[in-house]
């Protein structure tokens, strides 16, 4: 190409850019919108600023964090779009006198970092467009099948993911309030929508129902409750679903170390903490799993101290975190509210709107360490639609043993990092170039393209 022909081009593009620019409908809308406000024009409601003050003892003995990472790889040259999909979940716990033998030592050693990078792994591979699995049967049942016989796995417990499930969705944790029947949204086969999956009528070899449909009577698996399903076809694949299973397992694998630890002690639990990469909540189709989150927390916290917090590390609540963080002192905390957010976070209406009020079983917060670090938090609360309506202090339990452990958890491997999530998210990451070249050879060497 000459230098004339190169300057025409980019002539003719500056011309495109302006039937843009000097379009009125353009130039209207533009001027109906609103940008985020200035950091001089936000007012932080006094209310619901808190000075976090600390003692020296802290019940907390030990950190949980559970991460997942996922590639998309495709598997065969001629047909890019055959595409799978690897996962690898890890979680890692820490002890915090590993931690502060650590801050005592004027060096570390190879076996005391050793002692923090010890990490239980869990793999998941998913037919993501154009592949199935090898039994006669189309994409969505061997999405839904892989997805299930993942859940056939134990993990870190002593029984399978399944049964923990089946815990969870019937509240067999509360002997004197357990569920008799779940509601399934629709058949995953027929459609037919209200689905009553009863607990005593399930099949516990493979932990599934037949629908009731008479001319359906296809089966109906327990995991089918997170709804994943309704996002996978034939033709579009499970593209629309990664993401969000990614999540949920995560905060399953949460709910499976609990159930375990119930079982190995009473009050045992009282001295774990649970750290997940993220908010507390569920997203997409599986949104639905927060009532039964929220349903365990709430009764186990009757003679219990569940320790869990969320750590936000990108998006617009920590984008205004960072705006506004000199508004902040050391070691105070600032509980965001219905108003704040929809007021300088995100579009909405602060008097109507009532966030996350289908997903969250948590409420959210902006902390500033007593070293200046900011961080975008969550931790459950009784009702997270009061909480967001008139947040207080004492919604949130065991805060100041969860932030002073957040306080000693602090790492520099990205900004405003805790150790756990950034120790997780090395160990299994999937996304690197050579990790992900790698993969991309195993799946076409083992599949025979």
């Given at each position: 190409m000459t230098k004339n022909s190169g300057e025409k081009f980019q002539r003719s593009g500056n011309i495109a850019h302006s039937f843009i620019i000097n379009n009125e409908e353009?130039?209207?809308?533009?001027?109906?919108c609103i940008i985020p406000f200035k950091v001089e024009d936000i007012n932080l409601n006094k209310n619901l600023l808190h000075d976090i003050e600390f003692t020296t003892e802290n019940s907390i003995e030990n950190i949980v964090t559970t991460d997942g990472e996922k590639t998309v790889i495709?598997?065969?040259k001629s047909f890019p779009s055959s595409l799978i999909t690897f996962f690898q979940f890890g979680s890692l716990l820490i002890k915090r006198a590993d931690l502060d033998d650590m801050k005592q030592k004027p060096f570390v050693s190879p076996s005391d970092i050793k002692k923090i990078k010890k990490i239980d792994?869990?793999?998941?591979?998913?037919?993501?467009?154009?592949?199935?699995?090898?039994?006669?049967?189309n994409f969505k049942v061997s999405v839904r099948n892989t997805i299930h016989d993942f859940f056939k796995k134990k993990h870190t417990g002593t029984t399978s993911m399944l049964e923990t499930l089946f815990w969870f969705i019937f509240r067999l944790y509360d002997v004197s309030n357990t569920k008799d029947s779940y509601k399934l949204s629709s058949c995953p086969h027929c459609g037919t929508r209200k689905i009553k999956l009863k607990r005593d009528e399930i099949d516990f070899s493979n932990y599934?129902?037949?629908c009731t449909h008479k001319k359906c009577n296809r089966e109906i698996l327990?995991?089918?409750?997170?709804r994943l399903f309704e996002q996978v076809s034939n033709e579009k694949g499970s593209?629309?679903?990664?993401s969000y299973t990614k999540s949920l397992i995560e905060s399953f694998l949460h709910v499976h170390t609990i159930k375990r630890i119930l079982e190995i002690e009473e009050g045992m639990i009282n001295r774990f903490l649970f750290v997940r990469d993220g908010p507390l909540s569920f997203g997409g189709e599986t949104a639905n799993m927060y009532k039964p989150m929220q349903a365990m927390i709430n009764f186990l916290s009757k003679s219990n101290r569940i320790n869990m917090v969320g750590v936000e590390k990108t998006g617009a609540f920590v984008d205004h975190a960072k705006q506004i963080k000199d508004k902040l002192e050391p070691g105070q905390l600032f509980l965001l509210s219905n108003e704040h957010i929809y007021t300088y976070i995100l579009p909405g209406n602060p008097t109507k709107d009532n966030y996350a009020s289908t997903s969250y079983y948590s409420g959210k917060m902006i902390y500033k360490s007593?070293?200046?670090?900011?961080?975008?938090?969550?931790v459950p609360v009784e009702n997270h639609k009061n909480y967001y309506i008139t947040p207080e202090l004492t919604d949130l339990k065991n805060i100041h043993e969860i932030l002073q452990c957040i306080n000693s958890l602090k790492c520099d491997i990205y900004e405003n990092a805790i150790m756990p999530?950034?120790?997780a998210n090395k160990l299994i990451s999937l996304t690197n170039h050579p990790s992900s070249n790698i993969l991309e050879q195993f799946a076409k060497k083992t599949m025979g393209k």
């Open positions: 353009v130039q209207k809308y533009l001027k109906n495709p598997v065969k792994r869990e793999h998941l591979v998913i037919p993501t467009k154009n592949i199935s699995l090898k039994k006669g049967i599934s129902w037949k327990l995991t089918d409750v997170f593209e629309g679903i990664l007593p070293d200046k670090r900011v961080y975008v938090l969550t999530v950034a120790i």
